[in-house]
């Protein structure tokens, strides 16, 4: 397959162009890209950041010292930015966001550019072993991409979700996400859809890097209270059985699975199955299908209720929590749905159509360009859900108390900077 629309001159023209400002802001810092530890690059539409908490789990397990780049943040800026197994503290944050500000003159930068600047200049200063990059939003174009030769490329699942930046095609995105696949680096491709799978192999033949595909190279099977991770070009025993993760879900077999594939890729590091299997039933990854037990909001719950928080906000994400649906049938669920505006609100809560016994729209208060919360229920009316907007998360929860006589399950869901909303609350 030929890579369509964009061939590989105008790809590095466009990526010179839009890379130009991050390059020059980094050579005004010396360069702290050039001198880091072994680097994993991470992009994808959705497992991004599980995948990367397995990771790090595993190798922290193994006695690593691992640097973490993530975003967005829930709660507090600093979660982005881990320095060998711990978050930057305010004070080194201060130092190298000012470092950063006084080297960027005038560059007009971008927030994110800035502060992945920042965060390279801290992981030069800081020693680790190994360096987790997540991209913010795409690949090419993204400003973490100015790693040149990583340890290791991943690619999670890809599906739709910020069309009006990557594009309103599986192929268009997959081409953006993409473009941190790097010359002769092995590239590690977890689940796709064919039409986006077949864009990661093209450029992966393109440049020369080798890659490990689900359904090509690897698979897995879920078992009861396991699963199998199977290894397909293995001529002996290509089985291997782990403990279901720590993370919920039936996606995240998916996401461990492509931790595990990436694992066997970075000879280098050495780990046994012991710390294989501490690291992926000890991964933490707040609001990915996350059961509050404490706090605040759970103080709220009659006895036998439960609440439950995700990050997911596109489709591919209400497909996922649709599947956890299906298996709560044990009592009544209400679905509590706050996001970015501009997105397709029916698309996402079609999956909910007979699973769900109310949908509350709430607005999102630390998003800026939130959706409000009458057109998230005017959605929900309009696809035959019973729904009602509510001016908080408590407010919800609240009601949802007052008008079931049952003990009943909560998921709030939607948009990640919701679930930081939820978190802060949660710990007022």
Request: aromatic residues 8%; contains cysteine; hydrophobic residues 45%.
């Amino acid at each position: 397959m030929k890579l369509p629309h964009w061939p590989v001159p105008y790809i590095k023209k466009l990526e010179k162009m839009r890379l130009d400002v991050m390059h020059k802001l980094l050579d005004a810092l010396g360069n702290p890209h050039h001198s880091l530890p072994p680097v994993v690059h991470i992009a994808g539409t959705n497992g991004k950041g599980s995948t990367l908490a397995y990771l790090k789990a595993v190798l922290e397990a193994a006695g690593y010292k691992v640097h973490r780049y993530t975003s967005p943040h829930l709660v507090r800026f600093n979660e982005r930015i881990t320095l060998a197994g711990e978050e930057i503290d305010d004070g080194f944050l201060y130092e190298v966001i000012e470092e950063t500000r006084q080297a960027a003159g005038d560059l007009q930068v971008s927030f994110f550019e800035g502060t992945t600047a920042a965060a390279f200049l801290a992981f030069h200063k800081v020693k680790g072993d190994i360096l987790l990059l997540e991209t913010g939003m795409g690949g090419i174009f993204d400003a973490t991409n100015v790693v040149d030769k990583p340890l290791l490329t991943i690619i999670t699942p890809i599906s739709y979700d910020h069309m009006e930046y990557l594009g309103n095609t599986l192929t268009s995105i997959a081409l953006e996400k993409a473009g941190i696949i790097k010359p002769n680096v092995p590239c590690i491709i977890s689940w796709q859809f064919q039409e986006a799978l077949e864009v990661l192999k093209a450029r992966c033949r393109q440049l020369h890097a080798s890659y490990s595909a689900f359904g090509e190279h690897w698979q897995f099977e879920v078992l009861k209270d396991r699963f199998n991770f199977i290894d397909l070009e293995s001529n002996e025993n290509n089985s291997y059985s782990f403990p279901l993760p720590s993370l919920v879900g039936p996606h995240q077999i998916i996401n461990v699975s492509t931790a595990i594939a990436a694992l066997q890729g970075m000879n280098q590091f050495e780990f046994t199955m012991e710390h294989i299997v501490q690291g992926i039933t000890n991964a933490v990854w707040p609001a990915r299908l996350e059961q509050i037990k404490r706090g605040v909001l759970y103080s709220m719950l009659p006895q036998g209720w439960e609440l439950w928080l995700d990050g997911a906000h596109n489709e591919a994400g209400a497909q996922m929590l649709s599947v956890v649906a299906d298996q709560w049938q044990d009592r009544p669920l209400f679905l509590i749905n706050g996001r970015t505006g501009n997105r397709d609100i029916k698309a996402f809560l079609r999956h909910f159509e007979d699973k769900v016994a109310l949908v509350i729209g709430v607005e999102v208060q630390s998003e800026p360009l939130a959706e409000k919360a009458e057109k998230i229920v005017a959605g929900a009316l309009e696809l035959g859900f019973k729904a009602i907007e509510m001016s908080s998360v408590a407010s919800a929860i609240q009601h949802c108390i007052d008008n079931t006589t049952v003990p009943s399950r909560i998921l709030i869901c939607g948009s990640l900077y919701l679930a930081g909303d939820v978190i802060a609350a949660n710990h007022a």
